[in-house]
């Protein structure tokens, strides 16, 4: 499974971003994906995750109201709408996927495989 991250950057405190990780592999539909982050000098940490049904998503308390994940199966794309972004929204953002669970789970060990990462930039 490979999976490739796009929509990073620089934004202003306030603005939107949606990151995209596009996914190989023949049975994406049946994979639990999450986006995690990574600041400077921070360890990885869960930001949203979703089932292979897009059925009730779960998010980080620091994600919620703001952040959207969705997934288009017949695309085999997992998004991260990000709203009202905040300097502290400021990481390295990965995508990534679960292979053999049905539930999100939010420590970064029990997920399979990651993506390159994506820097956003959140200017104030």
């Known amino acids: 499974v490979q999976l490739v991250e796009c929509g990073g950057g620089l934004v202003q405190a306030g603005g939107s971003v949606r990151l995209s990780c596009a996914a190989s592999?023949?049975?994406?539909?049946?994979?639990?994906m999450g986006w995690f982050r990574q600041a400077p000098g921070k360890d990885r940490e869960f930001v949203a995750g979703?089932?292979?049904?897009?059925?009730?998503?779960r998010y980080a308390d620091s994600a919620k109201g703001r952040f959207t994940i969705s997934r288009d199966n017949a695309k085999n794309t997992v998004y991260l709408q990000m709203n009202s972004l905040k300097p502290e929204d400021t990481a390295v953002y990965y995508c990534?996927?679960?292979?053999?669970?049905?539930?999100?789970?939010?420590?970064?060990?029990?997920?399979?495989?990651w993506g390159q990462g994506t820097l956003v930039t959140v200017s104030s």
């Open positions: 592999g023949r049975i994406f539909s049946r994979y639990v």
């Open positions: 979703i089932r292979w049904n897009g059925y009730t998503p």
């Open positions: 990534a996927a679960q292979t053999d669970r049905l539930i999100v789970t939010t420590t970064p060990y029990e997920y399979d495989y």
